[in-house]
């Protein structure tokens, strides 16, 4: 079992395959010049089946597929057929923008991969393409819908930016209210390659949630899991829920059970801080499970307690995107 040196037991996995995207959202990336990792610093899908392996030895359960976007990745199912395969991992999910996942639904479903996370920040298609940067909303909304009719358990990722999609709220709630999905409200945090500020971001969860209720006074909290990022409610006569993941306000870090690789071997700790170490030499090089272990240990072994303390080693603006980091 892992733990960290909070006595936080650590058995969530957040585990990025690519960096690479074909949209350009703009809370993540910037619209060029971005750096995306060489080919030959990716993990293989050989590495990232033995890391993934690794990491269930030693307690692991759940592990969530990102990026960048996953299926970017062209050898994505032969990484998730064989990680289906893996005894003792109880929990595959993805997170994805849902426009090439189309094509694999139907594995997916085989598989047992039920879990995914669809990032969707609009139901305007204009307003869509300005945060995306990309004319993609039919393919995603066509795939949003495929998914919850093929019974999957999907959660929509919907980012709260000031002067962009506040007005999709409401509706966003209104459209999903027959089915069963939880629309998920994140703050914006400021990890977009660099050209935001940590004061510039306003639509804390406190504030998502009064401008709900403006609309529908009648909701109800749920029981949420105690390591649970979001605040679950239900609004009356929906069968769908919401909740609000103040992934910048950062309530939540005393209960964080999650660790995070990047596509290159990046492990980071902490979405507030920088990687602690990299495993991709490790991975490449001699006794790679004593290796990787040793590495994983030492990083959880200094873990920041919250991610405000995270932050106090970092002051300023951030310089990462959140293509490299994951989410
Ligand atoms: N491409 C996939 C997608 O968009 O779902 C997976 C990778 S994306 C980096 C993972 C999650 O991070 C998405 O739900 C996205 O909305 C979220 N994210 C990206 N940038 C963010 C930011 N600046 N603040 C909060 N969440 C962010
Ligand atoms: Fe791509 Fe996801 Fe970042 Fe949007 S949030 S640019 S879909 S990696």
Redesign the pocket.
């Known amino acids: 079992m892992l733990v960290d040196n909070h006595n936080r037991k650590i058995n969530y996995l957040r585990l990025a395959v690519t960096d690479r ?1 074909n ?1 350009r ?1 703009n ?2 990336m910037p619209s060029e010049g971005i750096d995306f990792a060489q080919k030959n610093h990716l993990f293989t899908i050989e590495e990232l089946c033995r890391l993934s392996e690794i990491m269930v030895e030693q307690g692991i359960d759940k592990i969530r597929i ?5 299926f970017v990745r062209k050898d994505l199912m032969v990484f998730l057929r064989k990680l289906s395969q893996l005894k003792g991992l109880e929990d595959i999910s993805i ?3 849902a426009t090439l996942i189309g094509p694999y639904i139907a594995e997916l479903k085989s598989l047992g991969i039920l879990n995914i ?3 969707l ?1 609009a139901i305007d298609k204009d307003t869509f393409e300005k945060v995306t940067r990309r004319d993609q909303y039919d393919t995603v909304y066509n795939n949003l819908t495929r998914l919850i009719a093929e019974g999957f358990n999907v959660r929509i ?1 919907f ?1 709260a930016l000031e002067h962009q999609n506040i007005q999709d709220i409401i509706p966003i709630l209104k459209l999903m209210r027959h089915y069963p999905v939880s629309v998920r409200f ?7 390659g660099g050209s935001k500020a940590f004061t510039t971001i306003t639509w804390d969860y406190k504030k998502i949630l009064a401008h709900i209720q403006t609309e529908f006074p009648e909701i109800t909290k749920l029981d949420s899991p105690k390591t649970s990022t979001s605040i679950n409610y239900q609004i009356k006569g929906h069968k769908s829920t919401f909740g609000l993941i103040p ?1 910048f306000s950062r309530t939540f870090c005393g209960s964080c059970n999650r660790l995070r690789i990047s596509a290159t071997g990046d492990v980071i700790t902490c979405l507030y801080g920088k990687p602690r170490l990299n495993l991709r030499d490790i991975m490449r090089g001699e006794n790679v499970e004593e290796g990787i272990v040793e590495h994983i240990l030492k990083a959880i072994g200094s873990r920041s307690k919250t991610g405000f303390e995270e932050q106090e080693k970092y002051a300023g603006i951030f310089q990462s995107s ?2 490299s ?3």
């Open positions: 995207c949209l959202c809370y993540c990102t990026g960048g976007e996953p997170t994805t923008n996370n669809v990032s920040d990722n980012i994140l703050e914006e945090m400021p990890f977009n992934s959140m293509t980091i994951g989410g």
